[in-house]
């Protein structure tokens, strides 16, 4: 509140300044200033003062300016007369002049008026039928007849608009920082995590409530590096270089009757004091083992207890106007997210926001008792999310990337709904429940890993052995995360089974582009075609299902795709960019790597118009079936219910 006083009255004052100015380029300002020195040198001049001043007091106007009527809620505009440079007084402000206590002031003042708008008016322009002239009373014609013989300038010859600045409008900046500013000052600068999460994290830095814990904790962190740093530099100063000036003892303060062994002798001792309470503040700061300090918040200050922690006014703002002031909502949650050191955004940036969401979300309560469960709900949200918007892969989340997806809406989103099943897109814990279910059917022995044999069992032994090899032991789509060679974890699987049920995304585009294009060249010819469609025939033929001839499908193929190029020799060439530019990919995709998903191809028409009344994607319809089709076996079943709960 007293910054915004502040600034308030530095602006009346430019204003006042401008008016000031204005009114000394008056003509009649001059005759004025020349009418006061004239009096000065005949030695009237507090005459004349006294008399001005006793004249006004009855007016209840000051001098050179516009009637107010500080009751009025809006100001009118008055009437301009006809050739007149200025506004004459406004008669609806005239008139709610406030009553005087004395019986003869009302005549006194309709005649003050009357004075008024005859200064107003040009002698050249007023005429004596015009303005009717009102009676006078003896006071104030006895008044009038003492003011010296000059000319008054007219003071509304300065625009009425002047006397009303328009204060500049408040920045959103300014208004976030000044709401923040009240709920400090509504809990004594004392603001805990939950009143940080309640009335500051939402409103004022406009981030999802469970980003509070993190952004918490960052704040905190900030402050104790920062009084870590002023502690150890001012420690370096008083051991390393002993400068008594330097460390702020001695000088003109010093009692000048003191010897200078005396003198030394004081200083030495405070300077002695001052670095044994330095040790003693630097003991309490977490973190100073002479370690370099860790990217993790937890490990940095591992006793600092967040739920009685509380921060400041200067802390909260000190950060809001580093990282979150004058940007936009992808830019804010950007830097919410990364590390300060850092452009990007990586997968272990998000693992502290997803605790938070896991901690605060009413619809994952019920996954408080089960950690291990918590800790794959994580995983598979983090990487859905890097799945969906790292175009590169490379784990490093620009802001351009950022900003191309729809996350800053989705995390919004799923902080306003308490159905966490509802939040389709990254958070859906019924999306997560399937994916991991996936994972327990191929994992047989249940160590977190499976390898080329047990992929290839997924949907009922639908995959080539050619796509599982390319997936599993040549790592064509992306590099495996497991550290073993052969192995597949729960996070490759996640992008695996995402790609596999809906070809649609770019993502997805981009994984098995790389699964089928044998030589690695960015190019899918014919030949690699032909490799792949070759044990799709070969399992055909074991289910006595009538064969197709290789030529007729890269022709149909060919037709979805649309292809650019073609090489030297004739041949087709399908380039990635081909592949993205279709909307039939997908089709191709699953003719060369799933027979039962080409088996299907088949048996519908590929050109068919889909139903446009779904908003939903394949992923997601996929999700819902297999989620009822497990919910249905839990309920049949109650042992696979508890055998999927063990983790372990």
Same mark, same amino acid.
């Given at each position: 509140m007293s910054r915004v006083v502040t600034q308030t009255k530095v602006k009346l004052q430019v204003k006042l300044d401008e008016l000031f100015q204005n009114w000394l380029?008056?003509?009649?300002?001059?005759?004025?200033?020349?009418?006061?020195?004239?009096?000065?040198?005949?030695?009237?001049?507090?005459?004349?003062?006294?008399? =001005?001043?006793?004249?006004?007091? &009855?007016? #209840?106007? +000051?001098?050179? *300016?516009?009637?107010?009527?500080?009751?009025? !809620?809006?100001?009118?505009?008055?009437?301009?007369?006809?050739?007149?440079?200025?506004?004459?007084?406004?008669?609806?402000?005239?008139?709610?002049?406030?009553?005087?206590?004395?019986?003869?002031?009302?005549?006194?003042?309709?005649?003050?008026?009357?004075?008024?708008?005859?200064?107003?008016?040009?002698?050249? =322009?007023?005429?004596?039928?015009? &303005?009717? #002239?009102? +009676?006078?009373? *003896?006071?104030?014609?006895?008044?009038?007849? !003492?003011?010296?013989?000059?000319?008054?300038?007219?003071f509304s010859a300065i625009p009425s608009s002047m006397f009303y600045p328009q204060l500049l409008p408040v920045s959103p900046s300014e208004e976030q920082i000044n709401g923040i500013h009240e709920v400090c000052m509504k809990h004594k600068d004392r603001i805990t995590l939950d009143i940080f999460r309640k009335e500051i994290i939402k409103p004022y830095f406009e981030l999802p409530r469970w980003f509070a814990r993190p952004i918490f904790r960052r704040i905190l962190r900030n402050e104790r590096l920062m009084k870590q740093y002023r502690l150890v530099t001012r420690r370096s100063v008083i051991v390393g270089n002993g400068n008594l000036w330097q460390c702020g003892y001695g000088g003109d303060d010093e009692e000048e009757d003191s010897s200078g062994e005396e003198r030394a002798e004081r200083k030495t001792e405070m300077l002695f004091d001052e670095d044994d309470e330095i040790d003693a503040e630097l003991s309490r700061v977490p973190g100073l083992d002479g370690k370099r300090a860790g990217n993790d918040d937890k490990s940095m200050f591992p006793s600092v207890d967040l739920e009685n922690a509380t921060i400041a006014e200067t802390q909260i703002v000190s950060f809001y106007k580093h990282f979150l002031m004058n940007l936009d909502?992808?830019?804010?949650?950007?830097?919410?997210?990364?590390?300060?050191?850092?452009?990007?955004?990586?997968?272990?940036?998000?693992?502290?926001?997803?605790?938070?969401?896991?901690?605060t979300h009413p619809g994952l309560d019920f996954l408080k008792n089960t950690p291990e469960f918590q800790q794959r709900y994580a995983e598979t949200v983090i990487v859905r999310i890097f799945y969906t918007v790292n175009r590169k892969e490379d784990e490093r989340m620009t802001l351009a990337e950022l900003a191309k997806s729809d996350l800053t809406e989705q995390c919004h989103f799923c902080d306003e709904e308490t159905n966490i099943n509802l939040v389709h897109r990254y958070f859906s814990y019924e999306h997560f429940y399937v994916l991991y279910c996936k994972f327990w059917e191929l994992d047989t022995d249940h160590d977190q890993i499976i390898n080329d044999q047990n992929l290839a069992k997924y949907n009922n032994f639908s995959l080539s052995s050619r796509t599982v090899d390319r997936i599993i032991n040549q790592q064509a789509p992306r590099r495996l995360g497991s550290g073993i060679p052969g192995r597949m974890d729960f996070k490759d699987f996640i992008w695996f089974l995402l790609s596999e049920e809906d070809k649609t995304t770019d993502t997805a585009i981009s994984y098995w582009f790389r699964v089928?294009?044998?030589?690695?060249?960015?190019?899918?010819?014919?030949?690699?075609?032909?490799?792949?469609?070759?044990?799709?025939?070969?399992?055909?033929?074991?289910?006595?299902?009538?064969?197709v001839k290789f030529e007729d499908i890269l022709v149909q193929c060919v037709d979805m795709i649309k292809p650019h190029s073609f090489n030297e020799a004739g041949n087709v060439e399908i380039t990635l960019a081909d592949m993205k530019r279709s909307s039939l990919a997908s089709n191709v995709f699953n003719i060369l790597t799933n027979l039962s998903k080409y088996i299907t191809f088949e048996t519908k028409d590929p050109f068919g118009v889909k139903d446009q009344s779904s908003q939903m994607s394949d992923w997601e319809r996929f999700a819902q079936a297999e989620y009822d089709r497990l919910s249905l076996e839990d309920e049949t079943d109650d042992g696979v219910g508890t055998d999927y709960m063990d983790l372990n």
């Open positions: 380029g008056l003509d009649e300002t001059q005759d004025f200033i020349n009418s006061l020195l004239e009096s000065a040198k005949r030695g009237t001049l507090d005459q004349m003062i006294a008399e =001005q001043h006793h004249l006004f007091s &009855i007016e #209840k106007q +000051p001098p050179l *300016s516009p009637s107010i009527n500080r009751n009025l !809620r809006t100001f009118r505009e008055p009437e301009r007369h006809p050739g007149s440079r200025s506004s004459p007084i406004s008669p609806d402000l005239v008139q709610t002049t406030p009553p005087s206590k004395f019986e003869d002031r009302t005549a006194a003042q309709t005649s003050l008026q009357t004075h008024h708008k005859d200064r107003l008016l040009s002698k050249a =322009q007023r005429s004596k039928d015009e &303005i009717p #002239k009102a +009676p006078r009373s *003896s006071y104030q014609s006895s008044a009038h007849s !003492r003011l010296p013989s000059t000319h008054h300038p007219s909502k992808h830019e804010r949650l950007f830097n919410a997210v990364r590390k300060q050191k850092n452009q990007f955004v990586q997968p272990n940036d998000w693992v502290s926001f997803i605790e938070d969401l896991l901690a089928v294009d044998l030589d690695d060249d960015g190019i899918l010819s014919a030949w690699e075609m032909e490799q792949f469609f070759g044990e799709q025939q070969d399992k055909l033929d074991g289910m006595d299902m009538d064969l």
